[in-house]
């Protein structure tokens, strides 16, 4: 899946045709995108169907002869994995962001703007393991007119189509699930508590929370009236992400398991299951 970063210029019957088109048959300005920011530096976690909104920031310096209207051409920034050529993916704004004059020339305009990127799971935004990875960041800028009077037997469309890389990078992650059970609830004290669970994280391909096998996750015991968890024992999710493993009942408390996270997949807590020891 792969789409044209042009979609704020173009649309329907018209992004289908720019597809086709092999070079840019208009031209495009030189832009300058610096100073770019995306979701406040902090990493992009997304699960399955819930929309992820995520603020962007940046400098924009632009010909001072250049008017950007977001109707007729439009300017912005994108996040994509791949060549600059040839995105294996790429996110981008269907808004257009706000920007306010910082700084002017003779010849240039620089203006502070923001943005936002709204990233749809379920949208099909994200389709394959690969997206849990870190993006590129780069800007973008195209234009489009067309002329559809055919009283003279003629129309036209015309394209311009710029791109620029490695502004920043992105990281996007996985969301991660993880459950605990605690039992039984009442249980004398000195005899075995099982804490089961379930380590799961998000799919893209199928739209749904997958087992996460093999992974490290801790235990943890909070006692009645603390406010702090401390680490019990580690256990490694098995087969379709399961987790178990047994205690000695002392007190009453709440049992918990927490995943720490990995480079694809974001840390988990699950909620605290609590135990009457009697």
Do not use: H
Request: aromatic share 8%; with cysteine.
């Amino acid at each position: 899946m792969r789409k044209l970063a042009i979609g704020a210029v173009v649309s329907g019957a018209l992004a289908l045709s720019a597809l086709a088109v092999p070079a840019a048959q208009a031209a495009t300005p030189d832009l300058v995108f610096a100073d770019v920011v995306v979701n406040n530096g902090k990493t992009i976690v997304v699960g399955t169907t819930n929309a992820v909104t995520v603020p962007v920031t940046y400098t924009l310096t632009r010909p001072a002869d250049l008017t950007i209207d977001y109707e007729n051409n439009a300017a912005g920034v994108l996040l994509y994995r791949g060549s600059l050529a040839t995105f294996e993916n790429e996110l981008e704004s269907d808004a257009s962001p706000a920007c306010t004059t910082t700084a002017t020339t003779d010849t240039t305009v620089t203006e502070s703007c923001s943005d936002t990127l709204v990233i749809d799971p379920s949208y099909g935004d994200l389709f394959e393991a690969a997206d849990a990875t870190t993006w590129k960041v780069g800007g973008f800028y195209g234009q489009a007119a067309s002329d559809l009077d055919d009283s003279d037997d003629k129309v036209s469309f015309e394209y311009g189509f710029a791109a620029w890389g490695n502004k920043g990078t992105a990281k996007i992650q996985r969301a991660a699930k993880v459950t605990a059970n605690a039992s039984p609830e009442l249980v004398k004290k000195g005899r075995t508590i099982t804490v089961t669970g379930k380590l799961t994280r998000a799919n893209w391909e199928t739209g749904s929370y997958s087992g996460y096998v093999s992974q490290k996750a801790t235990l943890q015991f909070r006692a009645k009236g603390s406010e702090t968890y401390s680490t019990v024992k580690t256990v490694t999710s098995s087969t379709g992400g399961y987790l178990k493993s047994t205690v000695t009942a002392s007190k009453d408390g709440y049992y918990r398991y927490v995943f720490a996270g990995t480079a694809t997949t974001a840390a988990a807590k699950a909620t605290g299951d609590y135990i009457d020891v009697q």
